[in-house]
C-alpha cells in the first residue's frame, strides 16, 4: 500500500505486508481451535508447556530468517506457540480467582500482552542498536528459558476438567488394537509390515479427519448462546482500535503536528501502558463492586464503548493542538481498555464449562480476524483515498459503534432473562461419557429440562457464592 510505503520508505525495514499478518493470525487461530479442543483431555499445564516450546521455535526461526517467506512462517510458529496461552489459561483462572475478584483476576491476565506490545515501542530501538535485529529475537527466547526454569511443574495441577470417554482417544475413538501375533501380525501368517503401516495410517486420517469434523460441529453449537456470540462478536472492534492506533499513531501524529524524531513511538507506547494498566484493572473492579451479572457487564462494555468513541472522534476531528490530542487519545483508548476484563469474562461465563476453552479460541478467531490484522490496512487505505489522517483515523473508528450496538443487545438480552449466566450450574457439572465438547453441552441441555437452573436465573444474578465457578479451586489442584 502506498501509506505502508511512504511509512518505510526510507529505513532499512521492508514494509508490512498484509500476507505476514494473516499468517500469523492464522497461526494463532488455527492452533487456538486445536489447543480448545485438546484441553478437555489433556493436562492443560502440560499444553502450555508445547505452546512455550513451539513459540522458542520461532523465535528461533525468525532470528534466523534469510527472506521473507522464512520470516512469516516463522512467526506463524509464534502464532501457535501464543494459542495455549490465550485459550488455556483463562479457563484455569475461571476455575481458581476468587469469585468477588475474578473480573479483576481476568483483566490482571489479560493486561500483560498489552504491556508486551507497548513496551515494543520503548525497547525496539536500544535493543536493536545493541543487539541486532537477529539478536532481540535470541534474547526472547533466552528470557522465555527462564521463565519456564522459575515456572510451576504441570504435574502439580489437574489435569482434564471432564474426562475423556471410557476406552476412547481424544475424541472418543476406540483405541488402535494390534493384531494378534504382534504388531505385525499374527495367527498363522505375519502380515507384511507396509500393509500394518497402511492400516495404522488409515486410522489416523480417519481419527484426523473425525477430529476436524467434531471441531466444526463444537464450533457450530457456540452459536446456540447468543450472549457469547454477542460478546465475542463485539471485543473485534475494540481490538480494530487498538491495532490501527499502535501502527499508525505515531506516523499520524508526526504528519498532522509536524513533529521529527523519535518522541510520537514514545508518546504512543507511554499512553497504551497507563491507559491499559488502569483502565484494565478499574473496568475488572468496577464490574466485581458493581456486581458480575451479565446485564452488568455487558452494559458496562456498551458505556466504555461509546465513551471511547466520542474522546476518538473527538480526539482526530476536534483537537487541534498535540497536548490536547494525546488527552483525548488518552481517554478514549482509557475507555476501551475500561471494556476488557469484562469481554474475557464474558466469554467464560456465556457458555457451559466445556465450551470455554472453544470460545476463547473464537474470541481471538474474531479479533484478529475482523479486528486488529484488517485495521491498518483499511485505515492506510482510507488515507490513500482522502489524505487525511484526521479523516482516515475517524472513519475507521466509527466502526466502534458496531460494538456499542452488539453489547448494548446483549444487555436486553440478558435483562430478559433470555441469557444464561453458566456460573450458577457449575456444581452441577455433568460428567462426560461421550468424546467431544457437543456430548457435554447435550448432557447440559437434558440436565436443564430435568430442573437444572433457569436461564433468567443465570441472567440475573449477580456475583456466584465462592465455589460456583465451573470447577472450584479445590478440584483444580490434584
Known amino acids: 500500500m502506498a501509506a505502508a510505503e511512504r511509512l518505510y520508505g526510507r529505513q532499512a525495514a521492508p514494509p508490512p505486508r498484509p500476507g505476514s499478518w494473516l499468517l500469523r493470525g492464522g497461526g494463532v487461530v488455527s492452533a487456538s481451535l486445536i489447543f480448545a479442543q485438546a484441553a478437555g483431555w489433556f493436562n492443560g499445564f502440560r499444553l502450555v508447556g508445547v505452546g512455550m516450546v513451539c513459540w522458542a521455535a520461532g523465535s528461533v526461526l525468525t532470528g534466523a530468517a534469510a527472506s521473507f517467506g ?104 476406540a483405541p488402535y488394537d494390534a493384531p494378534e501375533g504382534g504388531p505385525h501380525g499374527g495367527g498363522g501368517g505375519a502380515a507384511a509390515p507396509s500393509a500394518v503401516q497402511q492400516q495404522q495410517r488409515r486410522r489416523h486420517a480417519a481419527g484426523a479427519l473425525a477430529g476436524l469434523r467434531r471441531t466444526g460441529r463444537d464450533v457450530a453449537q457456540l452459536f446456540r448462546y447468543p450472549a457469547c456470540c454477542l460478546n465475542n462478536f463485539g471485543y473485534a472492534p475494540v481490538q480494530w482500535i487498538i491495532g490501527m492506533v499502535s501502527f499508525w499513531g505515531p506516523k499520524a501524529i508526526k504528519e498532522m503536528f509536524s513533529l521529527q524524531g523519535s518522541g510520537p513511538e514514545l508518546v504512543i507506547g507511554a499512553i497504551v501502558v497507563v491507559t491499559g494498566i488502569v483502565g484494565t484493572l478499574a473496568g475488572g473492579w468496577a464490574l466485581d463492586v458493581w456486581g458480575s451479572s451479565l446485564r452488568n457487564g455487558f452494559s458496562l462494555q456498551a458505556a466504555s464503548v461509546a465513551a471511547a468513541l466520542l474522546f476518538l472522534q473527538l480526539a482526530f476531528l476536534g483537537a487541534t493542538s498535540y497536548p490536547a490530542f494525546c488527552v483525548l487519545l488518552s481517554l478514549g483508548l482509557l475507555s476501551i481498555f475500561f471494556s476488557q476484563a469484562s469481554s474475557y469474562a464474558l466469554s467464560m461465563w456465556t457458555v457451559p464449562p466445556p465450551y470455554r476453552p472453544l470460545s476463547q479460541a473464537a474470541i481471538i478467531l474474531l479479533q484478529h480476524l475482523l479486528g486488529d490484522v484488517p485495521s491498518p490496512p483499511v485505515a492506510g487505505a482510507i488515507h490513500d483515498a482522502t489524505h487525511s489522517w484526521r479523516r482516515s483515523l475517524a472513519a475507521a473508528s466509527s466502526y466502534l459503534a458496531v460494538a456499542v450496538v452488539l453489547f448494548t443487545a446483549g444487555a436486553l438480552l440478558a435483562a430478559s432473562g433470555r441469557a444464561r449466566d453458566f456460573r450458577e450450574e457449575g456444581d452441577a457439572a455433568p460428567s462426560a461419557e461421550g468424546g467431544g465438547l457437543a456430548g457435554d453441552a447435550e448432557r447440559w441441555r437434558q440436565q436443564d429440562s430435568s430442573g437444572g437452573v433457569s436461564g433468567a436465573q443465570g441472567a440475573e444474578g449477580g456475583r456466584v457464592a465462592p465455589g460456583g465457578g465451573a470447577r472450584g479451586a479445590s478440584d483444580a489442584v490434584v
Not at 118 to 138: C, K, S
Open 70 to 173: 522464512m520470516l512469516a512462517v516463522a512467526r506463524t510458529v509464534v502464532g501457535c506457540g501464543e494459542a495455549p496461552l490465550l485459550t488455556i489459561t483463562f479457563t484455569f483462572l475461571d476455575d481458581v480467582a476468587p469469585p468477588a475478584r475474578k473480573t479483576l483476576w481476568f483483566g490482571v491476565l489479560g493486561l500483560f500482552p498489552v504491556l508486551g506490545s507497548a513496551a515494543g515501542y520503548v525497547l525496539a530501538d536500544p535493543l536493536t542498536a545493541a543487539l541486532g535485529w537477529r539478536g532481540t529475537f535470541y534474547l526472547q527466547l533466552q528470557l522465555q528459558q527462564q521463565q519456564h526454569a522459575a515456572g510451576p511443574d504441570a504435574t502439580s495441577y489437574g489435569s482434564m476438567p471432564y474426562p475423556p470417554a471410557e476406552g476412547g482417544g481424544a475424541y472418543g475413538d
